[in-house]
């Protein structure tokens, strides 16, 4: 079962396992996007019909051997659905989204085990300088927001987050999320910790969902902090 942290991830579901806009290409650091850029380059169609293809293959290449991810047979079978993966784009996701995963290693809570691995992490902020006592540092500035998304999920999640109502408890996770994504910042320093989550975390993750209606706003929600 998810934990509150993972109910919303910008309304998607999270497996672990291009044409830029402008002001943003491939070729710029992932840390460096802006979140309209990332936004952009995510949901342009013909990107993802891109990814799409790219997907199928690969599922049709690996599905010989039997080696199919379920990110890869959701993008090849679905005209809806996509999957971005940190390995090749991780400028596609947003920092919020990289955020909850490294709580997530960190911090699994009771009972799940963590959805990356932390040794891979820990080599990363060893070479970014963060020192080792990053995770005593991460929890005391973001401590809030993990006892939140660690406690027993609610009984029924909004799908997306433009559509939950002022006051839910969707809105009350977005907000906490950002205040302790910006304590985070303030802790290590804005860029570090932003090129710790591109360099550290991003390539150890694989996403898919189900591109729906309003997901792109809600995303941008997510990001702003439900202002």
Same mark, same amino acid.
């Given at each position: ?12 579901v ?23 850029a ?6 342009d169609?013909? !990107?993802?019909?891109?990814r799409? !293809?790219?997907?199928?293959?690969k ?8 080696l199919?991810?379920?990110? =890869?047979? &959701?993008?090849?079978?679905g005209?809806?659905?996509?999957a971005?993966?940190?390995?090749e ?7 919020n989204e ?11 809570? =009771?009972g ?20 080792g006592d990053?995770?005593t540092?991460l ?5 809030? $927001?993990i006892?939140?998304?660690?406690a027993?999920?609610?009984?029924? #999640?909004?799908p997306?987050? =433009?559509?939950a ?5 969707e ?14 910042r ?5 860029? #570090?910790?932003?090129?710790?989550l591109? !360099?550290? #975390?991003?390539?150890?993750?694989? &996403?898919s $969902? ?5 997901l792109?706003?809600?995303?941008r929600?997510? !990001?702003?902090?439900?202002?």
């Open positions: 079962m998810l934990g509150r942290g993972e109910l919303w991830i910008s309304g998607v999270v497996l672990f396992l291009a044409r830029g806009a402008a002001g943003a290409s491939p070729s710029q650091p992932a840390a460096a996007w802006t979140t309209e990332r936004l952009h380059a995510r949901f169609p013909d !990107e993802m019909s891109k799409r !293809e790219a997907q199928a293959d599922a049709h290449r690996m599905g010989v051997q039997g199919v991810s379920p990110a =890869q047979e &959701m993008a090849a079978t005209s809806g659905a996509d971005i993966s940190g390995k784009t991780p400028y596609l996701f947003l920092p990289l955020f909850d995963a490294l709580l997530a290693s960190g911090y699994p809570g =009771q799940r085990p963590a959805l990356v691995r932390r040794g891979e992490i820990e080599a990363r902020a060893a070479a970014l300088g963060l020192g990053m995770w540092r929890q005391r500035a973001a401590g809030t $927001y006892s939140l998304r660690n027993p999920p609610a009984k029924s #999640v909004t997306l987050l =433009q559509d109502a002022e006051g839910s408890e809105r009350t996770i977005c907000r906490t999320r950002f205040r302790a994504l910006g304590a985070a303030r802790e290590f320093g804005a860029e #570090v910790f932003d090129r710790l591109y !360099e550290g #975390v991003a390539p150890l993750l694989s &996403m $969902y189900v591109v729906r209606p309003g792109e706003e809600s995303m929600l997510a !990001e702003e902090g439900c202002p």
